[in-house]
């Protein structure tokens, strides 16, 4: 029973998490609006130490956090809609073989599909996965989800957020790093041989191992039109 829940979420990941990469995922620029706007309570923050220290305004947080849970909300229903959407492939794959090896090679080529065809059906949204030490080179993180992901880090807090981008919001849902990522993710010297050869092959320039246990691993980011 065990040992199925964790191939079942070893896989999971893979197809969730480990395996999409939008090619259409150009991020929108930031708009000017935003980096002007001094937002958010942690800004609100700093900026009364600023005041106090005459530290240079441009220390000041460019992300414009907004707390409307009706916003949350609907990009957690596109998040969690494009991975139900991906689910049943994944258990397919998972009963073909519960090795992460074949899962490995799985990765790239269907979950890239499928993201795209997510992102193609439903107007307007856009899904996309992003790390601060990413693997795929195309998942590369642009200025706002490098803060919001250091934000993660530092309250070390894993509940979604929601981001004003100008036209459009940005709902980031944090990921934990579990027991299950570590076969791709964990220490260089525990990940099996096979599927690190296999790393190195595809992704020579793979920032994405050496994570730890409960670690923020990356970001499931929806962006929607107002
Ligand atoms: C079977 C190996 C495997 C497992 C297990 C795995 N991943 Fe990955 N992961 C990958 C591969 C391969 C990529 C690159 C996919 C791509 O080309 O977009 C990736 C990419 C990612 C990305 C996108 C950012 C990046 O690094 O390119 C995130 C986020 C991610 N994985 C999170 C997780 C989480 C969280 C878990 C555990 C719940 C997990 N992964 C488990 C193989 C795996």
């Given at each position: 029973m065990k040992k199925k829940f964790y191939i079942a979420s070893g896989l999971l990941s893979i197809l969730l998490m480990g395996c999409n990469n939008p090619d259409n995922s150009t991020p929108i620029p930031e708009s000017?609006?935003?980096?002007?706007?001094?937002?958010?309570?942690?800004?609100?923050?700093?900026?009364?130490?600023?005041?106090?220290?005459?530290?240079?305004?441009?220390?000041?947080?460019?992300?414009?956090?907004?707390d409307k849970p009706i916003v949350t909300e609907e990009g957690m229903l596109y998040i969690k809609g494009f991975m139900g959407s991906i689910k049943p492939t994944l258990n397919s794959a998972l009963?073909?073989?519960?090795?992460?090896?074949?899962?490995?090679?799985?990765?790239?080529?269907?979950?890239?599909?499928?993201?795209?065809?997510?992102?193609?059906?439903?107007?307007?949204?856009?899904?996309?996965?992003?790390?601060?030490?990413?693997?795929?080179?195309?998942?590369?993180?642009?200025?706002?989800?490098?803060?919001?992901?250091?934000?993660?880090?530092?309250?070390?807090?894993?509940?979604?957020?929601?981001?004003?981008?100008?036209?459009?919001?940005?709902?980031?849902?944090?990921?934990?790093?579990?027991?299950?990522?570590?076969?791709?993710?964990?220490?260089?010297?525990?990940?099996?041989p096979k599927i690190a050869k296999m790393i190195q092959k595809k992704y020579p320039h793979d920032l994405a191992t050496d994570f730890k246990l409960g670690e923020l691993r990356g970001v499931v980011v929806a962006e929607f039109k107002k």
């Open positions: 000017k609006e935003v980096t002007q706007k001094v937002v958010s309570h942690n800004v609100v923050q700093n900026s009364v130490v600023q005041d106090m220290v005459e530290t240079p305004k441009k220390t000041v947080s460019k992300v414009k956090y907004i009963k073909q073989d519960g090795n992460h090896v074949t899962a490995m090679s799985t990765c790239s080529s269907m979950a890239t599909q499928m993201t795209n065809e997510y992102n193609n059906i439903t107007n307007g949204v856009k899904i996309r996965r992003t790390a601060l030490k990413y693997r795929n080179p195309k998942n590369k993180p642009d200025e706002t989800d490098k803060e919001v992901m250091y934000r993660f880090q530092a309250v070390n807090d894993f509940k979604p957020v929601a981001v004003d981008m100008g036209n459009t919001y940005r709902v980031y849902k944090p990921l934990k790093t579990k027991a299950s990522c570590l076969y791709c993710h964990g220490s260089k010297s525990d990940i099996n």
